[in-house]
């Protein structure tokens, strides 16, 4: 089949008001014209994309959020003439490709848009005859194997017959910035897909543990964030990266133990939070799931956040890790996450799970945490 256009479609953005649905239609435009080499139109509803690459444009646009569904279409002119010598060469196409024959139960399904001397229902029954007369195959408008769609725009009709599902959600780079803990894990990226499929904006912070982690899990890293930029056209993610080895090493030799990990969470957010204030980011963005591990217990998830004042949030935090896992492999960083890099040596043998918030700030105080903190900070690079 040889298509003219892709016809693309948005959910939500069509409620939003008008003045804030014309700003989010501009940056979906935007965002498509970055992912895929095309011309765009946007009319009533609809993005009409002329892709010089047409098999490419079918696969990339399946990573730009805000589409809810698209459809490769081929155009005519909204008169009866002019959509029969069309539609009937498109069912000759069908045809051709097998996808029609006289045992597939058909119909047309037809959405009418401007001023016209005929009805929806009208020239949806006149189409079902154009097909007929191509093959007779029978129609059946309750349960068909096989819809044609035809849209009828004002002077224009688009015919198609797939409508392929987009990613949803709200065009990148419309809700604002915020920061992500993003490790070589499964969760974390998880959890940053999730906000950008909402709009976000993504700043990526890494929180280099060598001495107590690898070289791998920083090339990990490295390669999930690569994965994630696949879906941030338009607004690519921003990686920055904190040498975050010493502040662990104080933790354990001037804090209890077992606080360990308590007080790397801890820290991890108060970083984020600098770099988020720096960055004009209004929220810090992490993999939590309550009881995944030992500092995602309420009561830890309480204690780490003490004394961060910016929200945060994780969108993880009711999903299992088979639910999680799912989307991982959906988004292409699973593969890359399940590769050993060798786990974090500073993980105490008996590490914390009930965190008292009395014995956090003691902790806290103990290894004089802010000012670990900033000298953290200090080291944050590209």
Request: negative net charge; contains cysteine.
């Amino acid at each position: 089949m040889k298509y003219d256009l892709i016809v693309a479609r948005y959910g939500e953005v069509g409620l939003k008001s008008t003045k804030v649905r014309s700003r989010f239609e501009k940056k979906l435009v935007k965002n498509i014209k970055a992912a895929i080499d095309c011309d765009v139109d946007r009319n009533q509803g609809r993005i009409y994309i002329f892709p010089k690459d047409f098999d490419k444009a079918v696969a990339d646009l399946n990573r730009v959020f805000g589409i809810v569904s698209y459809s490769p279409a081929i155009s005519t002119y909204s008169n009866f003439e002019d959509i029969d010598k069309t539609l009937g060469g498109y069912v000759e196409e069908l045809i051709k490709e097998g996808i029609i024959t006289e045992n597939t139960k058909f119909a047309i399904k037809c959405r009418r848009v401007g001023t016209h001397d005929f009805t929806s229902q009208e020239m949806a029954a006149y189409c079902g005859g154009v097909v007929r007369k191509r093959i007779l195959a029978p129609v059946d408008l309750t349960n068909p194997d096989l819809t044609i769609f035809v849209e009828v725009r004002d002077d224009d009709t688009f015919i198609y017959h797939e409508k392929i599902p987009g990613p949803g959600g709200l065009p990148l780079g419309t809700q604002g910035k915020v920061v992500c803990l993003i490790s070589s894990g499964i969760d974390s990226p998880v959890a940053a897909y999730l906000m950008m499929k909402r709009g976000c904006e993504v700043i990526a912070l890494y929180c280099d543990n060598d001495p107590f982690t690898s070289a791998k899990a920083m090339e990990l890293n490295d390669q999930i964030i690569n994965q994630l930029q696949k879906y941030a056209a338009g607004v690519p993610i921003k990686k920055r990266v904190v040498k975050y080895g010493e502040y662990l090493q104080k933790a354990k030799e001037e804090a209890p133990e077992k606080m360990t990990c308590v007080l790397c969470k801890s820290g991890m957010y108060k970083l984020a939070e600098k770099l988020a204030n720096e960055m004009g980011a209004q929220a810090i963005v992490d993999g939590s799931s309550v009881g995944q591990v030992a500092s995602q217990t309420l009561n830890n998830i309480l204690a780490t956040r003490y004394g961060v004042d910016m929200p945060v949030l994780s969108p993880l935090i009711g999903l299992d890790k088979i639910e999680i896992t799912k989307i991982a492999e959906e988004i292409g960083t699973f593969e890359i996450s399940k590769i050993d890099d060798g786990g974090c040596s500073a993980v105490p043998r008996y590490p914390e799970t009930k965190a008292d918030l009395q014995r956090v700030k003691d902790a806290c105080e103990a290894m004089n945490q802010d000012e670990a903190i900033n000298e953290a900070f200090k080291t944050i690079e590209y």
